[in-house]
T-cell receptor, first 114, second 112 residues
């Protein structure tokens, strides 16, 4: 299947700092990418949808100024958690879809804010 | 509201037995369904998918069945192995290139 690479897999940052997470589609062009957040023993919660070259669409309750999403190319989307706080600690997962229906996921990023 | 859900939150099976994981969906307009496997600390891994114009699709040791009449989806794993232990999610595509809607997940534990 298609490969979606997410980096870093784990990051620990201090409260108040910003963290950038990258999501790359390695062997296909992703017109749309999705960012999810997952709490322990819970399902994936959609945060936002990003389309290449346009502004991201955020789900209700997700602060767009806190979770900055950039989809500058057909193979790269980034999620920046700004002014991180301990409650932002979570597992963040990106997903990419190409021209077909299939959606492939990155390996996830475990963010810990101390 | 409409949702994708799972009948069983946990499932324990003996190694070598067959596993069946079920999923109910309520949006009759959904046209595409995917099963994902998620191991601890990792992102969801695509297992198998099925379009709404089909009722069965087989992969390697896995089979997905779709019953549109009762809006039910199932994942069958043949000869379950310890490596199959994970959380399994069903997901539905409701329209075009929209985000997938995920079910709650079922944890499969394989007993050696």
């Amino acid at each position: 299947g298609a490969v979606v690479s997410q980096h870093p897999s784990r990051v620990i940052c201090k409260s108040g700092t910003s963290v950038k997470i990258e999501c790359r589609s390695l062997d296909f062009q992703a017109t749309t990418m999705f960012w999810y957040r997952q709490f322990p023993k819970k399902s994936l919660m959609l945060m936002a949808t990003s389309n290449e070259g346009s502004k991201a669409t955020y789900e209700q309750g997700v602060e767009k100024d806190k979770f900055l999403i950039n989809h500058a190319s057909l193979t790269l989307s980034t999620l920046t958690v700004t002014s991180a706080h301990p409650e932002d600690s979570s597992f963040y997962i990106c997903s990419a879809r190409g021209s077909a229906f299939e959606a492939f996921f990155g390996q996830g990023t475990r963010l810990t804010v101390v | 509201g409409e949702s994708v859900g799972l009948h069983l939150p946990t499932l324990s099976v003996q190694e070598g037995d067959n596993s069946i994981i079920n999923c109910a969906y309520s949006n009759s307009a959904s046209d595409y369904f995917i099963w994902y496997k998620q191991e601890s600390g990792k992102g969801p891994q695509f297992i198998i998918d099925i379009r709404s114009n089909m009722d069965k699709r087989q992969g390697q040791r896995v089979t997905v069945l779709l019953n549109k009449t009762v809006k039910h989806l199932s994942l069958q794993i043949a000869a379950t192995q310890p490596g199959d232990s994970a959380v399994y999610f069903c997901a539905e595509n409701r329209a075009g290139n929209t985000p997938l809607v995920f079910g709650k997940g079922t944890r499969l534990s394989v007993i050696a």
